[in-house]
């Protein structure tokens, strides 16, 4: 940080005449000399000097005065339209609080701050777009950190600039495209209807004329408008360009509350502009993937519903229950293909944006599917697992059986498949709420625990002392062979890398070995290792259904703790795992301490966590008062915990709500660029991007 400096003048040693003399010239020096280091208008005029232009250009940055400016862009276009200068413009436009202006130093404006200047700059950030030479890496850089600063800045002036460099003409791949994705950013900045309309134009416009990072740049930018103008054309976008749905949901998401209106048309195929769309582009059937196929063979889909479906589930939108529900009666077919390859049907959206939404009014509905035994089971499958979200205690019926004990007769079901009967215990594990609830899941957990017993037993009989006594050989012959490579390398290396050389002895040795160790590898250690592996492997997984079982009472014990108490639910998310599992001690056969590891506590933990944050978002606007607690968990890297956490908060938080898109903003800046945390994250931008479009903040970058 530059600070200004002191001029050195020793009055301690002077006369008093001199000291006033000196005094009185320093003053002069001060107050009108040109030659005053603190001027603007001193390093305004060495500008024009070669030799001094690079410390001018430092010291007007230091001195932080707009009125530098003007020169400073001509002294850019001077000499070459160098970066520096024009980073040092921008830098000079920009408006400055007063804390700012104290950490830069800038003390003429510490106390007031100083305003924005974009005004003055605008010339020159034009002429850096405008000026673009396309073989120019340095213009090409100079004309996007211009557009930049245009989409920062957001002056009216600004939106044309950027239009016309969005509308530059350029091939596909060169590297000047950046430009042109850098205006279409700074576009998103301005809620203008010429900027609509451009974006819109560079979504529709074929994709071969443009790179695809194009395309989503400019979906993303429109999502960023929240604008109803740009609603039309991320619908289109929707069936139009696929490969771009992840940026197109989030910025339909973020587009604000009539979105969910236009879903309801094209859910009941009820929107004009959509129906033409797909008669026109023929897009509800798939005829190969370049579309050669004959029409015989073409398959019908269900895409208008599909991705409608998905949207409406982000948009947490209670009065499109009806709709999804109507829907749902519809036949099931793909939604898509990949290569012939059959995708989901549209049941699969529809299904899980009810399990988003979490109306009880879809609650039968629902359960009617699970219960179907015609239907196809793995909808069947979805149905029971999304029942456990809609319904808020599983009274529904399926003929004279509520469903929760539907649900608990399926689970203990021994001739179902386990595609139904794991999500009938995960959906009974969230709609049970009482002690006597907890029978079924016991018997459960106590029929796999003996099994695991049992086969444990088995393999650590015969088969483990067998495969210890193979793997003791397997090392020996192992180690045997690894010995005799080296003696083979060492008497390589002797003879110059000549294997010729390399006498007979030593080379039968390592063929020999090698022989051997293939031989007790192949007739000995491999299928003592297989016939253990396989009780192993049967004992830790009937341990692991154990577990499961354990971990769904556990969901139930945490709702007959705390009923309706919106405190004592958001205490599991701070709850020790050894805590947890000792109050558990009473509901579950725990056996020995020593059988549960730090992993099998934590599981116990996050079960208890996710009953919670469902019981929370029944509850509703009730369990407001527990919100901040809530959101200090947004950042969890644990998905199960995080992924509850987003379910419960759009129904517990008010609209808007500054807090949450602060929170959530936080959790993404922490989740991007982090492979593994990449689909957290934009679940996380999806609900950030809800709160957005009632009227927040700026949607954060992605």
Known sequence: MIRRRRLATPLTKLTLIGSVVG??????????????????????????????????????????????????????????????????????????????????????????????????????????????????????????????????????????????????????????????????????????????????????????????????????????????????????????????????????????????????????????????LFKDKKLDKYCGDKGDAKPAECKDVSAMDYYASIVIGDLYDVDSVPVLIEALKRPAIAAYYSDWNEGP????????????????????????????????????????????????????????????????????????????????????????????????????????????????????????????????KFEAAQKAYEESKKELDKAKAAAGGDVAKVSADVLNKTTEMKKAFDEVKQKIYLPAKEKFDALDQQANGYKGYERGFENHIARIAIAVKCKSDAECYIGTLSADPKEVFAGMKKYIDAGSDADWTADDMAELKVAQIERAMLELRRMGKKAAGVLPKLLEQVKTEDRLIRQSVLLALPRIAPMPCKECEEALDAAIKAGTGRQELSELTYETQLVRSYFGSAGGGAEQSP
Request: aromatic share 4%; with cysteine; glycine share 6%.
């Open 23 to 276: 005094t009185m010239l320093a003053l002069g020096t001060l107050s009108g000399c040109p030659d005053n280091p603190y001027d603007a208008n001193t390093w305004i005029e060495k500008l024009n000097s070669p030799k001094e232009f690079d410390r001018a250009v430092t010291e007007l940055e230091h001195l932080c005065n707009p009125k530098a400016i003007p020169a400073l862009g001509k002294a850019w276009e001077r000499n070459s339209k160098p970066q520096r200068v024009l980073q040092v413009v921008i830098d000079l436009a920009r408006p400055l609080t007063p804390q700012e202006a104290d950490e830069k130093n800038c003390t003429d404006y510490m106390k007031q701050g100083r305003p924005a200047s974009w005004d003055a700059a605008l010339p020159i950030l034009k002429d850096a777009i405008d000026g673009l030479e396309l073989g120019s890496q340095r213009s090409i850089d100079g004309a996007v950190k211009a557009a930049e600063a245009l989409g920062e800045a957001q002056i009216p002036e600004g939106v044309n600039i950027l239009i016309d460099a969005v509308n530059r003409k350029m091939n596909p791949k060169d590297n000047a495209q950046r430009v042109r994705l850098t205006a279409i950013a700074a576009l998103g900045k301005y809620k203008d209807k010429a900027a609509v309309i451009t974006l819109a134009n560079v979504v529709r416009a074929d994709t071969s004329s443009q790179p695809p990072q194009i395309v989503g740049a400019a979906i993303n930018a429109l999502g960023d408008m929240k604008t109803a103008e740009a609603i039309p054309v991320l619908l289109e976008s929707m069936y139009r360009a696929p490969l771009f749905f992840t940026q197109v949901r989030r910025a339909l998401v973020a587009a604000g509350p009539t979105v969910a209106g236009e879903l309801r048309k094209i859910l009941k195929h009820e929107h004009p502009v959509i129906n033409d």
């Open 345 to 472: 049907p549209a049941q699969n959206a529809e299904l899980d944006a009810l399990r988003k939404i979490g109306s009880p009014d879809a609650a039968g509905t629902v359960l009617a599917i699970a219960s179907d035994t015609k239907a196809d089971e793995r909808l069947r499958g979805i149905a029971l697992s999304v029942y456990g979200f809609v319904s808020t205690d599983g009274s529904e019926k399926t003929g004279s059986t509520s469903g929760v004990s539907y649900l608990g007769a399926l689970a203990a079901d021994n001739k179902a498949s386990e595609v139904l009967r794991l999500p009938a215990s995960e959906a009974y594990a969230r709609v049970a709420s009482s002690e006597d609830d907890m029978k079924v899941l016991r018997d459960l957990a106590k029929k796999y625990a003996e099994a695991s017993q049992k086969a444990r037993k088995e393999a650590d009989a015969g088969p483990k002392k067998e495969f210890d006594a193979a793997n003791a």
